[in-house]
């Protein structure tokens, strides 16, 4: 079994839709949490951290944390065409910089104008 | 503030060949980590370096080497290159809280 598993789609919305990306994990070390956004033939850019369990928001960006399932989803609203990339989960242990992260496979979305 | 560099951009060798990859951190950050992502696989974590030292490595062979020099920049080297190492090749650094930034990448390709 993979520590983290993620569905790599892909998957396809209307533009305006909001967009429901989730990952499952098995390792209940996992404290720390990380959505990527990864545009085709580019390198992956940081789009939430979080380090508990909730919600956290940022624009038409929620990333949401449930360690009691081992469950994290990043939900996008009024997706846009320029929404379209693949979007890695990730997640470490501990801080530091001493801890490896590991990253689920990705899911690729398409926005659909 | 300047992001993770990576050079070179892209990048062909023939099989057996060697390849050598470099990467600048974000100043300030001491971390360097190498992934390699090939196509339908994902990220896959490759070595890790911090303050000059390999703290971890992943599940590659020992063709894939690397080091981290006194200003914190990094060199990937894969020796004996074969065609499934042609990959997208990212170079992150990390803060404290582990957020990592990554760079643009090296594409290899090995014919």
């Known amino acids: 079994q993979k520590e983290v598993e993620q569905d790599p789609g892909p998957l396809s919305v209307p533009e305006g839709a909001i967009v429901s990306l989730n990952c499952t994990y098995s390792?209940?070390?996992?404290?720390?949490f990380m959505w990527y956004r990864q545009y085709s033939r580019k390198g992956p850019e940081l789009l939430m951290y979080t380090y508990s369990s909730g919600n956290k928001e940022d624009g038409r960006f929620t990333a949401q944390v449930d360690k009691s399932s081992k469950y994290i989803s990043l939900f996008i609203r009024d997706s846009q065409p320029s929404d379209s990339a693949t979007y890695l989960c990730?997640?470490?242990?501990?801080?530091?910089?001493?801890?490896?992260?590991?990253f689920g496979i990705g899911t690729k979305l398409q926005v659909i104008p | 503030e300047a992001g993770v560099t990576q050079s070179p951009t892209h990048l062909i060798k023939t099989r057996g060949q060697q390849a050598t990859l470099r990467c600048s951190p974000i100043?300030?950050?001491?971390?360097v980590y190498w992934y390699q992502q090939a196509l339908g696989l994902g990220l896959q974590f490759l070595l890790w370096y911090d303050e000059g030292e390999e703290r971890n490595r992943g599940n590659f062979p020992p063709r894939f080497s690397g080091r981290q020099f006194p200003n914190y920049s990094s060199e990937l080297n894969v020796n004996a290159l074969e065609l499934e190492d042609s990959a997208l090749y990212l170079c992150?650094?990390?803060?404290?809280?582990?957020?990592?930034?990554f760079g643009p990448g090296t594409r290899l390709t090995v014919l």
């Open positions: 390792n209940s070390a996992f404290q720390y």
């Open positions: 100043s300030g950050h001491t971390s």
């Open positions: 992150a650094s990390n803060n404290h809280r582990d957020e990592q930034f």
């Open positions: 990730a997640m470490s242990e501990g801080s530091g910089g001493y801890q490896k992260v590991t």
